[in-house]
């Protein structure tokens, strides 16, 4: 038997790859590869929610409401505060419950006239003085320690601080008149601590495996581009898409809306020209892994969101749900159109836009699976 010149051989192989190469080539520009993509995706990207991060999310209280910035004084003083009224709550006294809102009225007001004096005390001339001369060593050992402390030493702070305000809340002197009305804030208050205990109680007693009830939600950015005049930026097609889904969903839900990204005011500013509201901005985040990451911790602090609704287009949608499950969110998917339609051949290329995404996000999930996610921890 004649034996195959190599040559022939290798003809043979580099036309049969050629021609597979020109198969999928044809195939890419059909309707069908991009709806395989997702359809890949959706099966094989895991969207379980991580159980420790899902603690951040347990209070299941999110308030779209102006509040403190986590961590503050004010912010202490009014967990605080809760934690009182709630003790007093069970005392079923009314005269209680305005002791303790008085006494909190009184300490807010202490803390703000502390926030003047360093106000004051930041912007007071400063002389200069001759700094001692310090061994760039020993410089850098106490420097080194004080790193190695300071998350311990503030957490100690800030308990110590709880301590102090909640004593403060019980015991300050205040002068209370007999006929005194009952503030309406105090109703407000103890709403949202039943509301708080009773979300915490669902929390608990839900199934890990239950998809419980939405708590807001939640739109990704898409992108900005110049209006028709070349000088006003505006929301691109993807983004304006994302936002229409968002007037169907807030109308059938009434739930606070979160926009992330940096087009979040942009977003904003649409939704408000017609007449929709949306109080939480997440506007520092420049890709998906920090879309989620950030708008989850901005969640953690406005109350806690166990479960939300996510709206972004189908093929962003596998890789988005799975990085909001490992910040402990669950999120249930409600897809935005694309701002091409898929046609059944003609004109192809409007399917090739489709799967031109579809690859994208299916690389970019690979990297994320195997390779890991480069973003910013905090915003």
Same mark, same amino acid.
């Given at each position: 038997? %004649? &034996?195959?010149?190599?040559?022939?051989?290798?003809?043979?192989?580099?036309?049969?790859?050629?021609? /597979?190469?020109?198969?999928?080539?044809?195939?890419?520009?059909?309707?069908?590869?991009? *709806?395989?993509?997702?359809?890949?995706?959706?099966?094989?990207?895991?969207?379980?929610?991580?159980?420790?991060?899902?603690?951040?999310?347990?209070?299941?209280?999110?308030?779209?409401?102006?509040?403190?910035?986590?961590? *503050?004084?004010?912010?202490?003083?009014?967990?605080?505060?809760?934690?009182?009224?709630?003790?007093?709550?069970?005392?079923?006294?009314?005269? =209680?419950?305005?002791?303790?809102?008085?006494?909190?009225?009184?300490?807010? &007001?202490?803390?703000?006239?502390?926030?003047? %004096?360093?106000?004051?005390?930041? @912007?007071?001339?400063?002389?200069? /003085?001759?700094?001692?001369?310090?061994?760039?060593?020993?410089?850098?050992?106490?420097?080194?320690?004080?790193?190695?402390?300071?998350?311990?030493?503030?957490?100690?702070?800030?308990?110590?601080?709880?301590?102090?305000?909640?004593?403060?809340?019980?015991?300050?002197?205040?002068? #209370?008149?007999?006929?005194?009305?009952?503030?309406?804030?105090?109703?407000?208050?103890?709403?949202?601590?039943?509301?708080? @205990?009773?979300?915490? %109680?669902?929390?608990?007693?839900?199934?890990?495996?239950?998809?419980?009830?939405?708590?807001?939600?939640?739109?990704?950015?898409?992108? /900005?581009?110049?209006?028709? @005049?070349?000088?006003?930026?505006?929301?691109?097609?993807?983004?304006?898409?994302?936002?229409?889904?968002?007037?169907?969903?807030? %109308?059938?839900?009434?739930?606070?809306?979160?926009? *992330?990204?940096?087009?979040?005011?942009? #977003?904003?500013?649409?939704?408000?020209?017609?007449?929709?509201?949306?109080? /939480?901005?997440?506007?520092?985040?420049?890709?998906?892994?920090?879309?989620?990451?950030?708008?989850?911790?901005?969640?953690?602090?406005?109350?806690?969101?166990?479960?939300?609704?996510?709206?972004?287009? !189908?093929?962003?949608?596998? !890789?988005?749900?799975?990085?909001?499950?490992?910040?402990?969110?669950?999120?249930?998917?409600?897809?935005?159109?694309?701002?091409?339609?898929?046609?059944?051949?003609?004109?192809?290329?409007?399917?090739?836009?489709? *799967?031109?995404?579809?690859?994208?996000? #299916?690389?970019?999930? #690979?990297? =994320?699976?195997?390779?890991?996610?480069?973003?910013?921890?905090?915003?």
């Amino acid at each position: 038997m %004649k &034996k195959t010149p190599w040559i022939v051989r290798l003809v043979q192989i580099v036309a049969l790859l050629f021609a /597979l190469f020109g198969c999928l080539i044809v195939f890419i520009y059909t309707p069908f590869y991009s *709806s395989l993509i997702v359809r890949a995706l959706n099966y094989f990207v895991p969207v379980e929610v991580n159980e420790v991060a899902a603690k951040s999310q347990k209070m299941a209280s999110l308030s779209d409401h102006e509040s403190y910035e986590p961590g *503050s004084d004010m912010w202490i003083a009014r967990q605080a505060y809760l934690k009182v009224m709630e003790e007093a709550i069970q005392t079923k006294n009314a005269q =209680d419950l305005m002791l303790v809102q008085a006494r909190y009225k009184a300490l807010q &007001k202490n803390i703000e006239e502390d926030i003047q %004096k360093e106000v004051e005390e930041k @912007n007071r001339p400063q002389v200069p /003085l001759l700094a001692p001369v310090v061994d760039q060593a020993e410089a850098s050992s106490a420097s080194e320690a004080t790193v190695a402390n300071v998350f311990d030493f503030n957490a100690k702070l800030d308990d110590e601080q709880m301590q102090y305000y909640i004593k403060f809340l019980k015991t300050h002197p205040v002068e #209370m008149a007999a006929s005194e009305p009952v503030d309406d804030e105090i109703f407000k208050d103890i709403a949202l601590i039943q509301n708080q @205990n009773e979300n915490e %109680k669902k929390a608990t007693q839900a199934k890990p495996t239950h998809l419980s009830e939405p708590y807001a939600i939640v739109v990704l950015g898409g992108g /900005l581009t110049l209006d028709k @005049n070349g000088k006003d930026i505006v929301v691109n097609d993807y983004t304006r898409l994302r936002l229409e889904k968002t007037l169907t969903v807030e %109308k059938q839900y009434k739930l606070p809306i979160v926009l *992330s990204g940096v087009e979040a005011p942009y #977003m904003q500013r649409w939704l408000a020209e017609r007449g929709v509201e949306a109080k /939480l901005l997440e506007d520092r985040s420049m890709n998906t892994c920090e879309n989620t990451r950030f708008s989850s911790l901005l969640l953690q602090k406005k109350g806690g969101a166990p479960t939300v609704m996510l709206i972004t287009d !189908r093929y962003h949608m596998p !890789r988005t749900r799975r990085l909001f499950a490992l910040n402990g969110i669950e999120t249930i998917a409600i897809e935005a159109p694309m701002p091409t339609h898929l046609t059944r051949w003609r004109p192809s290329e409007k399917n090739y836009d489709h *799967s031109r995404r579809a690859n994208y996000e #299916m690389l970019a999930t #690979m990297r =994320d699976m195997w390779v890991g996610t480069e973003c910013r921890e905090v915003p």
